[in-house]
Nanobody, 126 residues
Framework: RVQLVESGGKSVQAGGSLTLSCAAS????????MAWYRQAPGKKREGVAA?????????ADSVKGRFTVSKDTAKTENTLYLQMNNLKPEDTAMYYC??????????????????WGKGTLVTISS
């Protein structure tokens, strides 16, 4: 099983930028598809961005053009990134990274993901 640990969350002002990281260790081959999800207070968890084994990316409409998902598999520990630009107060949420063996395209349903990190909190002030 893969272990996922997110980092990088903090409080920033609207319009600012932030990069989240997710370090994957253990059986990383079981998470060829990785994704970011977020959950705002009182709301359901939603998919934000995903990247598959071949580097193909998918985004939620609400973050297209502002967020970029990428991964670095050159290191011993695979690392997933989420570069977030032009942040808005509505981006405030707990952000989670998750992994699954493979995904077929688009944002995977969170119920399909096998491994989850504990999350990192992003707060955007207006």
């Amino acid at each position: 099983r893969v272990q996922l640990v997110e980092s990088g969350g903090k409080s920033v002002q609207a319009g600012g930028s932030l990069t989240l990281s997710c370090a994957a260790s253990g059986s990383t081959y079981t998470s060829n598809c990785m994704a970011w999800y977020r959950q705002a207070p009182g709301k359901k968890r939603e998919g934000v961005a995903a990247i598959d084994r071949d580097g193909k990316t998918s985004y939620a409409d609400s973050v297209k053009g502002r967020f970029t998902v990428s991964k670095d598999t050159a290191k011993t520990e695979n690392t997933l990134y989420l570069q977030m630009n032009n942040l808005k107060p509505e981006d405030t949420a707990m952000y989670y990274c998750a992994g699954v063996l493979y995904c077929t395209g688009g944002l995977p349903a969170d119920s399909s993901m096998d491994s989850w990190g504990k999350g990192t909190l992003v707060t955007i002030s207006s």
